[in-house]
Structure formats: structure tokens, C-alpha cells
Nanobody
Framework: VQLQASGGGLVQAGGSLRLSCVAS????????MAWFRQAPGKEREFVAY????????NYADSVKGRFTISRDNAKNTVYLQMNGLKPEDTAVYYC??????????????????????WGQGTLVTVSS
């Protein structure tokens, strides 16, 4: 499975961006998908999860109410709509796929170790 993330860029605080991640080489609709991010000097952290159908989502407290994860299984694509961006959202954003059947339905912990495939990352910079 190959994941290609895009959509990052420079935005002012309060602005919006939409990230996309296109999957190839696997059965996208079988997988849970997630977004993680890694700021300079910090560990990679969970941002958002979506189950195989899009019927269940989960968010980190820091982005809840501002970010929305969605997917289009016909296009093999997962999205992250980011509104109300803050300077502390500055990071490289990674999409990830989890091939576990159970976690394709149910969110568990959001641990990055649960995810089997990773995209290359896309940089989001939020200026104050």
C-alpha cells in the first residue's frame, strides 16, 4: 500500500487548509485511516481517525471542533479539513493506514504503532 499526502502549505492563523491522502496498491475501503502530525523536536502524535465506512471518527482533544476527517472510498482518498488553524498546529502531517479488521471498525488507542502504512508527510505552517 502506498500513501501520497498533499495539500500542506503556509497559512495565517485562523485560516483553513484541506489535506488529501491518496492510497494505491491495496483495498482502501478495508482500512481504517488516520492523520498524525510531528512538530519540530516533538514526537509524532495522533490527530484524527476514521473507520472503513466513514461512520466513526475520533479526534485528539487539541483539534476537536476545528478539524474534520473524511474519506471517499470510490477515490481511495482520505481528507483532513483544518479550520481555525493555530501556530501550534504547525507540523508535518502524515496519513496512515491500519489493516487490522477490528480497528477498521472500532477506534482503540490512536497509537502510531497500530498503523501499518505511512505517507511521506506534508508540511503545514501556520503563521501568527
Amino acid at each position: 500500500v502506498q500513501l501520497q499526502a498533499s495539500g500542506g502549505g503556509l497559512v495565517q492563523a485562523g485560516g483553513s487548509l484541506r489535506l488529501s491522502c491518496v492510497a494505491s496498491g491495496g483495498t482502501f475501503s478495508n482500512y481504517a485511516m488516520a492523520w498524525f502530525r510531528q512538530a519540530p523536536g516533538k514526537e509524532r502524535e495522533f490527530v484524527a481517525y476514521i473507520n472503513w465506512s466513514g461512520g466513526s471518527t475520533n479526534y485528539a482533544d487539541s483539534v476537536k471542533g476545528r478539524f474534520t476527517i473524511s474519506r471517499d472510498n470510490a477515490k481511495n482518498t482520505v481528507y483532513l479539513q483544518m479550520n481555525g488553524l493555530k501556530p501550534e498546529d504547525t507540523a508535518v502531517y502524515y496519513c496512515a493506514a491500519d489493516i487490522s479488521y477490528y480497528r477498521s471498525v472500532y477506534f482503540t488507542s490512536g497509537s502510531l504503532h497500530e498503523y501499518d502504512y505511512w505517507g511521506q508527510g506534508t508540511l503545514v505552517t501556520v503563521s501568527s
